[in-house]
């Protein structure tokens, strides 16, 4: 199983980014996938997460209108589009994948947004 993330970096408030993340080595059309975040200090949250269709995405309060999680099968692939960045948004963004009893983790990109 492999992961590459991509689309990090600085960006200054109210910019966006679009994050990136390549599988491969396990069917990904049949995972649910996530993008989850972690703060320097603070424990791992869940961002936001998408349906193995692609048919339900569901996102964290503090992101909702903001950011929009997507896939697209044929290139295994998950993105997720920040908008409205804000400060407390800088974290370390993991891609996941989901499949009972599996669960595999990206090796994350940094997102920093600062002035």
């Known amino acids: 199983v492999q992961f590459v993330e991509s689309g990090g970096g600085l960006v200054q408030p109210g910019g966006s980014l679009r994050l990136s993340c390549v599988a491969s080595?396990?069917?990904?059309?049949?995972?649910?996938m996530s993008w989850f975040r972690q703060a320097p200090g603070k424990e791992r949250e869940l961002v936001a997460t998408?349906?193995?269709?692609?048919?339900?995405?569901n996102y964290a309060n503090s992101v909702k209108g903001r950011f929009t999680i997507s896939r697209d099968n044929a290139k295994k692939t998950v993105y997720l589009q920040m908008n409205s960045l804000k400060p407390e948004d800088t974290a370390v963004y993991y891609c996941?994948?989901?499949?009972?009893?599996?669960?595999?983790w990206g090796q994350g990109t940094q997102v920093t947004v600062s002035s």
């Open positions: 996941n994948a989901w499949g009972n009893p599996y669960n595999y």
């Open positions: 080595g396990f069917t990904f059309s049949r995972y649910t």
């Open positions: 998408i349906t193995s269709a692609g048919g339900s995405a």
